[in-house]
């Protein structure tokens, strides 16, 4: 790989996009071992740094993953050739805009800044967006990191509270939409009946990287699961099902310092809900893996919710 020391463009996005370029011509196939961080940053003559974000942020979009110990491999080759597929998809939409204005007397350059203006302002609408995201189980709650676009507020919910006290629906006034696990959304349809919200529901998946290294444990090792619900680890389970892996879990429900201390040895590894961690690893043994487990919408209800946030706000202007 080479980087064009010339072009402005930083260094990471051009060894991302180097790297995508592999995949898509098949160079790299899904499994590949990527070079390490050091060996790529010297081979190409720059920092540490920048090679770790360019993986850092192909790992976030699920097309590489990182394995503690073994290295940085090639996760998910479909996902990549879908993307290239969906930007084809969007050239060709803008191609025959474009053509269109220029058959109306416009220029290109018209075309670019007509664009450009048109997209700084669904920016801006964006920006001042509300949503609700109501989730099952307590766990969740400090799990909203998506990416919805720049200033998009997404604001978490139990859903135990709308159906505890009819009074909890006045926390979603200035809301500008509802979402929820389609498992829940008929209910939370009837909960919210008198309320004049678009409800979207969206199917959330474990994170690719998470479900990869839980696959990669020694089989037959007995798991550690640390979290605050019963609900959040039938959720695990289910997920893990899904997945085609049924290890043996321990599951453990708020334990106290003294209750990890006596059940961690006996097990292999252990998974976790993000806000045990700090706990966790007070009292982990040594050498004992650490996963933490999330979920996350996948692609398409992400841009199904995207889509939707532009349309409503359209509706409102």
Same mark, same amino acid.
């Given at each position: 790989?080479?980087?064009?020391?010339?072009?402005?463009?930083?260094?990471? *996005?051009?060894?991302?996009?180097?790297?995508?370029?592999?995949?898509?011509?098949?160079?790299?196939?899904?499994?590949?071992?990527?070079?390490?961080?050091?060996?790529?940053?010297?081979?190409?003559?720059?920092?540490?740094?920048?090679?770790?974000?360019a993986?850092?942020?192909?790992?976030?979009?699920?097309? &590489?993953?990182?394995?503690?110990?073994?290295?940085?491999?090639?996760?998910?080759t479909?996902?990549?050739?879908?993307?290239?597929?969906?930007?084809?998809?969007?050239?060709? *939409?803008?191609?025959?805009?474009?053509?269109?204005? #220029?058959g109306?007397?416009?220029?290109?350059?018209?075309?670019?800044?007509?664009?450009?203006?048109?997209?700084?302002?669904?920016?801006?609408?964006l920006?001042?967006?509300?949503?609700?995201?109501?989730?099952?189980?307590?766990?969740?709650?400090?799990?909203?990191?998506?990416?919805?676009?720049?200033?998009?507020?997404?604001?978490?919910f139990? &859903?135990?509270?709308?159906?505890?006290?009819?009074?909890?629906?006045?926390?979603?006034?200035?809301?500008?939409?509802?979402?929820?696990?389609?498992?829940?959304?008929?209910?939370?349809?009837?909960?919210?009946?008198?309320?004049?919200?678009?409800?979207?529901?969206?199917?959330?998946?474990?994170?690719?990287?998470?479900?990869?290294?839980?696959?990669?444990?020694?089989?037959?090792?007995?798991?550690?699961?640390?979290?605050?619900?019963?609900?959040?680890?039938?959720k695990v389970?289910?997920?893990?099902?899904?997945?085609?892996?049924?290890?043996?879990?321990?599951?453990?429900?708020?334990p106290?310092?003294?209750?990890?201390?006596?059940?961690?040895?006996?097990?292999?590894?252990?998974?976790?809900?993000?806000?045990?961690?700090?706990? #966790?690893?007070?009292?982990?043994?040594?050498?004992?893996?650490?996963?933490?487990?999330?979920?996350?919408?996948?692609?398409?209800?992400?841009?199904?919710?995207?889509?939707?946030?532009?349309?409503?706000?359209?509706?409102?202007?």
């Amino acid at each position: 790989m080479d980087l064009d020391r010339k072009s402005g463009i930083p260094y990471y *996005i051009q060894l991302k996009e180097q790297i995508r370029r592999r995949i898509t011509q098949g160079v790299w196939t899904a499994g590949t071992k990527l070079p390490t961080e050091r060996e790529l940053a010297e081979s190409l003559a720059v920092s540490r740094n920048t090679v770790g974000q360019a993986y850092k942020e192909l790992e976030s979009e699920g097309i &590489l993953s990182s394995v503690r110990g073994r290295g940085t491999f090639i996760a998910d080759t479909l996902l990549i050739m879908q993307q290239e597929g969906r930007k084809e998809k969007v050239l060709r *939409i803008v191609d025959v805009a474009m053509e269109e204005a #220029v058959g109306l007397g416009f220029s290109i350059d018209d075309f670019v800044a007509f664009v450009h203006v048109r997209g700084m302002e669904k920016k801006d609408l964006l920006s001042r967006m509300k949503v609700a995201f109501i989730v099952s189980s307590p766990e969740q709650l400090s799990d909203v990191n998506w990416n919805l676009g720049l200033g998009v507020s997404l604001l978490p919910f139990l &859903l135990s509270e709308f159906r505890e006290s009819p009074r909890a629906q006045e926390r979603l006034a200035g809301m500008d939409m509802a979402i929820t696990g389609v498992t829940h959304l008929a209910e939370v349809k009837t909960l919210l009946d008198k309320l004049s919200l678009p409800i979207l529901g969206v199917s959330l998946q474990p994170k690719l990287e998470t479900v990869v290294r839980i696959a990669k444990l020694t089989m037959g090792r007995n798991l550690a699961l640390v979290c605050e619900s019963n609900q959040f680890a039938e959720k695990v389970i289910a997920a893990l099902k899904q997945a085609g892996l049924h290890p043996t879990i321990t599951i453990l429900i708020q334990p106290s310092e003294d209750d990890l201390r006596e059940e961690l040895p006996k097990c292999g590894a252990v998974i976790l809900a993000s806000k045990f961690r700090l706990r #966790v690893e007070k009292v982990l043994p040594e050498n004992m893996e650490c996963i933490e487990f999330s979920f996350e919408p996948d692609a398409g209800s992400l841009n199904l919710l995207r889509g939707a946030l532009l349309e409503i706000k359209g509706e409102k202007i």
